[in-house]
């Protein structure tokens, strides 16, 4: 018996007993799945149906039970021929309303390629973007006139880490969504889909650097001892803005982000979640580890 794959059936009946239950089919060569059953212990043999996921088997799996079954949260999706790839910018934008069809479209359109293209793209305008606004909000934040070749210098080593980042971030989320989760452990489409919500990740940092730059741009938060009354009436209604756009930007994002896990790799919308927020921590471990060891040669102070 072939240990290669497994999918999940509602309807299993044993031919001997009669019994009928759900569970694992264990796929052979010839296109047909193999069981025990659980009633009379007999050897069951039928065809696949159709509208489920074939799946790597989890750790120490056996075919006769032992784990609960598991059903496609995406029935149809995995056994349809994918499309030519393309860049589906119709499909980017409808993530905004309607996250798990778009997904699930992309799905079926979507490549490493066209995917790393908005991720360069997007990270590149973010680079752009935080150099202009940390030049200009350098007194703000108590840097001083920054050196023109230090700000390109951070500049390029945020667009480098952000890359791994990235990439990091998407791998580690999908071997979580497939080894805590019982997921696919699809990684090239956790990757193409992950980078098509990574724009959107750029889009709300790019709010929050303006939120910031107009509610901060007439203090300068190294002196916030010498505040007067205004001046922290001022940046409290700001800093609650800033704070409660973070939250709802963030909850959003994790949501579209979570969502794309899930249709990669055929896990619920919170294992998706959850495998998601993993993925940040270690991305931002190594973002932090990159970061230092890039920094410190170049001697980066910002």
Known sequence: MSASSIIFSKAIRCGACGNASS????????GSGIAKCPSCGSTIVQELELGHVSQVPPHRFTPSGGRAPKESRYPGLYMQPKHAP???????????????????????????KYAMILVVLSTTIYAVVSAAVTSEMSEVVGLGDANAFELLALGALGWIVAILSFLVFAVVSSLVAQEVFGGRGDKGSTVALAGYCYPWFVMVTLVLLTIFAVGFGGLELSQVQHWGDSEMEHAIVWGAVLLTSAVLGLIWLLAITGRAVSVA????????ALSVIIGAIAAGLVSLVVGAVV?????LTL
Request: zero cysteines; charged letters at 30%.
């Open 295 to 299: 920094r410190l040669p170049l001697g």
């Open 265 to 272: 790799n055929d896990v619920s919308g919170g294992e998706g």
């Open 23 to 30: 569970g694992y089919l264990q796929v052979r060569e010839d």
């Open 86 to 112: 393309r860049l589906d910018l119709r499909n980017f934008f409808r993530l905004l309303l309607y996250p798990r069809r778009s997904l699930s479209e992309l799905y079926l359109s979507s490549d490493l």
